[in-house]
């Protein structure tokens, strides 16, 4: 089972802007769509981007995601402290098949 | 509101069997799929296995199948996670998770939980494997 990768840390001091990278395969990002999560230390995972762009309502705009071949990107801009968490994209895999996550960013608001 | 209420985890030894619950309120649970994700403690999330509406598709990640058994009764609006063979690596907090329907099939089998991605989770349960 081939897991996505992401970088194991990012960081960013307030008001900045900072991309999460995620980079896959054919069978996972290649050819279906990219999922973000945002993981507060104690708190349940959060939806923070579907469907590789879009966003659930209550997600501010801060929050945006791209896609292109094999990789995705989420960028947070106007960083905020509150933004400290860890972040994971996810993918359907047609190889396993089944579901696969990258393994996780730790994002540090300095 | 949505909630996804976990029980049913403790402390197990290896080799032994445990069952977890997810009790949903809040939404029509017989219109989602619904998953089973893990999180081994100071690690990544591992997706452990979906099941469709009507258990017509069910799926497990390889670390799991053939000793997992997932299944739902929408009668009682619960989730359940069998567990057998307990390995000290399935130590973990298990979280269980709405699915939202990806809103059109592309193709292949459209009823497969690749359709359905984790929407909202709940607060987990956690599963400690040890001797």
């Known amino acids: 089972q081939s897991m996505p990768t992401q970088p194991p840390s990012a960081s960013g001091t307030p008001g900045q802007r900072v991309t999460i990278s995620c980079s896959g395969s054919t069978s996972n990002i290649g050819d279906n769509y990219v999922y973000w999560y945002q993981h507060l230390p104690g708190a349940a995972p959060k939806l923070l981007i579907y469907r590789n762009t879009q966003r659930p309502s209550g997600i501010p705009d801060r929050f945006s995601g791209s896609k292109s071949a094999t990789s995705a990107s989420l960028a947070i801009s106007g960083l905020r402290f509150e933004d400290e968490a860890d972040y994971y994209c996810a993918a359907w895999d047609d190889s396993v098949p089944g579901w696969v996550f990258g393994g996780g960013t730790k994002l540090t608001v300095l | 509101e949505v909630q996804l209420v976990e029980s049913g985890g403790g402390l197990v030894h290896p080799g032994r069997s445990l069952r977890l619950s997810c009790a949903a309120s809040g939404f029509s649970f017989d219109d989602h799929a619904m998953h089973w994700v893990r999180q081994v403690p100071g690690k990544g999330l591992e997706w452990v296995s979906g099941?469709?509406?009507?258990?017509?598709?069910?799926a497990y990640a390889d670390s799991v199948k053939g000793r997992f058994t997932i299944s739902r009764d929408n009668a009682k609006n619960s989730l359940y996670l069998q567990m057998n063979s307990l390995r000290i690596a399935d130590t973990a907090l298990y979280y269980c998770?709405?699915?939202?329907?990806?809103?059109?099939?592309?193709?292949?089998?459209?009823?497969?939980?690749?359709?359905?991605?984790?929407?909202?989770w709940g607060r987990g349960a956690l599963v400690t494997v040890s001797a």
């Open positions: 998770v709405k699915g939202k329907y990806l809103g059109y099939c592309s193709g292949g089998d459209c009823h497969s939980v690749g359709y359905w991605y984790f929407d909202l």
């Open positions: 099941i469709n509406w009507n258990s017509g598709r069910i």
